[in-house]
């Protein structure tokens, strides 16, 4: 059952709502626009809030969905933690869409949220703090994510090693990111 779980959260992951929408709303697949990312962050540079908010959102569902699922099944928090990495996964490396995805945030927001939401208050709080100081959404990102790691540490052990992968996948995928904010180039709000 572990592993169904995991592979239908891979491929509830691997749904790209950026691009979905932008295909039913006609804008444009934002792989090829903005940063080039399908994550919320550049649809509201490329579509709009209401694009940007409906996406963000269906990333925050596919990555809740699959750990809600695994609890009312019973898994423990490591499993469930595991199941829910499978969607992060399916939005990073997405089936569908050539394997093409996104950077995980909002699907780990998602996750995160199924599995101990104070700690997913702290990184919602934490990003929104940076992002305002900053407007920089990657910088956001990569401050919020791995300091939700002593918090689960503390009181969620059993999530912190799957969540340790997360946030090294995380930083992975913010590479570039990271390039341009060392070099001064990165973009901001």
Not at 81 to 91: E, F, N, T, Y
């Amino acid at each position: 059952m572990f592993w169904l779980l995991a592979t239908l959260a891979y491929l509830l992951g691997s749904l790209s709502f950026a691009i979905l929408l932008s295909r039913l709303f006609g804008t444009g697949d934002p792989r090829a626009q903005g940063s080039g990312n399908p994550g919320a962050t550049n649809m509201l540079r490329v579509a709009g809030k209401k694009l940007a908010i409906l996406t963000l959102l269906g990333d925050l569902l596919k990555g809740l969905l699959p750990v809600l699922v695994a609890r009312y099944c019973g898994f423990d928090i490591q499993q469930q933690a595991w199941i829910g990495l499978a969607a992060v996964l399916g939005h990073l490396y997405p089936l569908y869409f050539r394997f093409r995805g996104g950077k995980g945030v909002a699907t780990a927001a998602g996750m995160l949220l199924g599995l101990y939401p104070p700690a997913a208050l702290l990184a919602i709080c934490v990003w929104l703090l940076t992002f305002y100081l900053t407007r920089t959404s990657s910088l956001a990102a990569l401050i919020a994510t791995p300091l939700t790691l002593p918090l689960l540490a503390w009181q969620q052990p059993g999530a912190l090693l799957p969540m340790t992968v997360l946030t090294g996948l995380i930083v992975w995928r913010h590479r570039g990111n990271l390039r341009d904010l060392f070099a001064g180039r990165e973009r901001h709000f």
